[in-house]
C-alpha cells in the first residue's frame, strides 16, 4: 500500500510518500519560518495562505522524487489537527480532494499520534511498550504507548509547552524566531551555571510540566542582568539546562511508574541535541533503551503523517467523504473519535 502523507498544520508543509514493502520513498518539506520570523511567530492568516501557494508544487515534487504518480496513490493521510484552523483545511482539502479524484480512501490523522509514531520511521525502531516523551511547540506529555493506537497519557503541561517556553524565552532575549534552535545555538557559548533557574515542578511527585514560571524567572533574570557581559548566553544555557533537567527527571519518574524498558523522544523539541545527550545517558545510567527520531522528523514533517495514516488505513480505516480539520484534539479522544468516524465506512 502507498499512502501520501500531507502536513499542513502550523508553519511547514510537508508531504511524503510511505510504501508498505519499501518503507518511506520520499518526503518534502517547506519551511515558512523565515516569513514569519518577522514578526516574532507564526502569523496564522500567512501560514494559510503559504500552505496554498507551496502545498501542491511540493506535492508533485515529492511524487517525482517517490518515481510515482497520483495514480500510484493507494490513501491519502493528512494532518486534521491539533493546529491553527486555516492552515489545517488547506491540507485537509487537499488531500480530500486529491483522494476523490483517483477513488482512494482518506483518513484524517492526528498531528500528536504522527509525532509519537515518527521513531518508528528510522532503521532500529523502538519495541513496544515504551514510554514517549512528546514535546512539541504546542504540547508536552509524556505518554505510554502499549502499541499503535494505544496511547495512555501519564502527564501533560499545565500551561506553556516545552517548545513554546523555548520559543517566548527566545524571543524575550532578543534571539529571534524560532526560538528553539536560535536559543540552542546562543547557550553553546554561554555558562549555564552562571545564574540560578528553578526546575520546575520537580519537588513534589507526579509528572505534570509547568514551564511558566521558569519563563517568569527568567525574565526577571534578563531585566536585571541584561547589561552584565554575556547575559544573553549565560541566561540561555541555564535555561536550556533547566528545561532538560527537568524533562530527564520526569522520564526517570515515567520510567519508574510504568516500569517500561524503553523510551522514545518525539515533537520537535526532540532535536535539541542537550537534551537527546542527557536521555541518552540517563538511558545508559538507568538502563533504559532510548530512541529518537532523525532530527528532520522531530520538528513538523509530512512523513509521520503518511506513516501514521498508512497504519489507519492497514487497519481498514476509511472516512466518509468528509474534510475533518480540529484546531483542538485531545489525544486522549483519539481512540474513540476517529473510530466513530471510521466506522461511518460508506
Ligand atoms: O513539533 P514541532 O515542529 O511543531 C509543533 O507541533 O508544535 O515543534 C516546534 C517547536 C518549536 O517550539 C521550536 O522552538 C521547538 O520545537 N524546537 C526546539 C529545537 N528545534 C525546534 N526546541 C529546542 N531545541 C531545538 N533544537
Ligand atoms: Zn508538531
Redesign the pocket.
Known amino acids: 500500500m502507498r499512502v501520501l502523507g500531507i502536513e499542513t498544520?502550523?508553519d511547514?508543509t510537508g508531504v511524503a510518500v510511505y510504501d508498505s514493502d519499501r518503507g518511506l520513498l520520499a518526503h518534502a518539506l517547506y519551511s515558512q519560518a523565515h516569513i514569519h520570523a518577522e514578526y516574532g511567530g507564526v502569523v496564522p492568516e500567512i501560514a494559510s495562505r503559504d500552505h496554498v501557494r507551496k502545498l501542491l508544487p511540493l506535492l508533485d515534487e515529492c511524487l517525482a522524487q517517490a518515481d510515482c504518480t497520483r495514480q500510484d496513490i493507494d490513501g491519502v493521510a493528512y494532518t486534521a489537527g491539533p493546529g491553527l484552523i486555516g492552515a489545517l483545511l488547506v491540507g485537509a482539502s487537499v488531500g480530500r480532494a486529491i483522494a476523490l479524484s483517483l477513488g482512494v480512501p482518506a483518513v484524517a490523522v492526528h498531528?500528536m499520534e504522527g509525532?509519537l509514531l515518527a521513531p518508528l520511521l528510522e532503521p532500529d525502531p523502538p519495541k513496544f511498550p515504551f514510554v514517549a516523551l512528546l514535546v512539541?511547540?504546542?504540547?508536552s506529555m509524556l505518554v505510554e504507548v502499549s502499541r499503535i493506537g494505544a496511547y495512555r497519557v501519564l502527564g501533560e503541561t499545565l500551561d506553556d509547552?516545552?517548545?513554546?517556553a523555548?520559543?517566548k524565552t527566545?524571543k524575550l532575549l532578543g534571539l529571534g524566531y524560532?526560538?528553539?534552535?536560535v536559543?540552542?545555538r546562543a547557550a553553546k557559548t554561554g555558562d549555564p551555571e552562571k545564574y540560578s533557574f528553578p526546575r520546575p515542578m520537580t519537588d513534589r511527585p507526579g509528572l505534570e510540566f509547568s514551564f511558566s514560571g521558569l519563563k517568569t524567572h527568567t525574565r526577571n533574570l534578563w531585566q536585571a542582568h541584561c547589561d552584565e557581559e554575556n547575559a544573553q548566553a549565560d541566561i540561555a544555557a541555564g535555561f536550556q539546562q533547566a528545561v532538560v533537567e527537568t524533562l530527564v527527571i520526569k522520564c526517570r519518574r515515567a520510567m519508574q511508574q510504568t516500569r517500561c524498558g524503553h523510551l522514545v523522544i518525539a515533537?520537535?523539541?526532540g532535536?535539541?541535541?542537550q537534551?537527546r545527550e542527557a536521555l541518552s545517558r540517563a538511558g545508559r545510567k538507568y538502563g533504559w533503551g532510548v530512541s529518537y527520531p532523525r532530527i528532520e522528523f522531530?520538528?513538523?514533517n509530512g512523513a509521520m503523517i503518511a506513516y501514521a495514516g498508512y497504519h489507519r488505513l492497514r487497519t481498514g480505516a476509511f472516512e466518509s467523504e468528509i474534510i475533518r480539520a480540529r484546531p483542538r484534539w485531545p489525544l486522549t479522544e483519539l481512540e474513540s473519535d476517529t473510530w466513530t468516524a471510521y466506522s461511518s465506512k460508506t
Open positions: 498544520s502550523c511547514e498531528h509525532h512539541s511547540g504546542g504540547h509547552a516545552a517548545g513554546e523555548f520559543d527566545a524560532p526560538g528553539g534552535p536559543l540552542a515533537g520537535g523539541v532535536a535539541n541535541l537534551l522531530c520538528t513538523d
